[in-house]
């Protein structure tokens, strides 16, 4: 269990509700009285509906799979779930090349962005490299062009640089060793997530914005190798807070968890933030 029975969230909630149902009883024996006979079962039973009670609670904080949070006026929501099957303007990672290889090398295709490429691209790759050298970017966003690599593109792009394809917000997350893995050291992450919601303030045209946590799964940040994806999860709350960006409603922004990481991000944890994030 990701919340165990003894966490203080769950001791809190249950003390708040065990004062209510105290209060009451004390008002209700101001005017009911107790055979003698009863009241060792009545004390029996008022312990066990209270057992009961924080059992439920217990349950239920590691039943939890969406919680909403303000932020600034901002309602961010994180929940479990698939990010391809969500409204919105769905953000999906590459690396710094925007590299369209799937060959469980440059792209693994367990990865979203190798699922996006071979499923739910609308279109051919060959079109969207096509679509990416034609794109508009910033200045500063190309930082170099003509690379030396022994496999795919060549134009290297600033973290956190936006492509927009449909209803998709491709961005450069991670950077290629000469190994061809994706890492990151922290400064870079940040730099990443910074870059990539000044952005996205440019680029959402008043539209909710999806994203998955940033660095779960095969991206490696170097230096903080344990980091779990709730560590990354707050991270990204906590740069969402110091940007300047702010989605205007009914805008708003949606970070989806995999289902598969049920067990490992407490949302009863992100939840007790609200807006001390």
């Not at 004062?19 to 312990?47: N, Q, R, W």
């Not at 970017?137 to 492509?163: H, N, S, Y």
């Not at 870059?195 to 940040?221: C, E, H, L, M």
């Not at 702010?246 to 009863?268: C, E, G, M, W």
Request: proline share 3%.
């Amino acid at each position: 269990m990701k919340v165990t029975i003894y966490d203080r969230q769950v001791r809190d909630s249950f003390f708040k509700i065990a004062a209510g149902i105290g209060t009451a009883l004390s008002t209700l024996l101001l005017f009911v009285s107790i055979p003698d006979e009863c009241k060792l079962y009545s004390l029996i039973g008022f312990a066990l509906v209270l057992f009961i009670i924080y059992l439920v609670i217990w349950w239920g904080a590691n039943s939890l799979k969406e919680v909403a949070i303000k932020i600034d006026g901002t309602t961010v929501t994180v929940k479990f779930g698939d990010i391809f099957n969500e409204e919105g303007l769905k953000a999906i990672a590459f690396n710094e090349y925007f590299d369209t290889i799937v060959d469980n090398t440059l792209i693994s295709d367990r990865s979203l962005n190798g699922i996006f490429l071979n499923s739910k691209l609308n279109g051919t790759i060959p079109e969207l490299d096509a679509e990416i050298e034609r794109y508009p970017f910033e200045e500063g966003e190309i930082l170099q062009k003509e690379v030396p690599r022994t496999a795919g593109k060549t134009v290297k792009f600033r973290l956190g640089t936006i492509f927009v394809k449909d209803d998709f917000l491709l961005t450069a997350m991670s950077k290629f060793d000469s190994s061809n893995r994706a890492n990151l050291t922290m400064p870079e992450y940040l730099e990443f997530l910074i870059n990539f919601w000044d952005r996205v303030n440019k680029v959402y045209a008043q539209r909710s914005v999806v994203t998955p946590i940033f660095g779960s799964g095969i991206t490696r940040i170097r230096g903080h190798r344990n980091i779990s994806d709730e560590d990354l999860l707050k991270i990204m709350l906590w740069t969402f807070r110091i940007s300047e960006m702010r989605f205007k409603y009914p805008a708003k922004l949606t970070i989806v968890v995999h289902a598969s990481k049920i067990d490992q991000v407490n949302l009863l944890d992100l939840k007790s933030l609200r807006n001390g994030v």
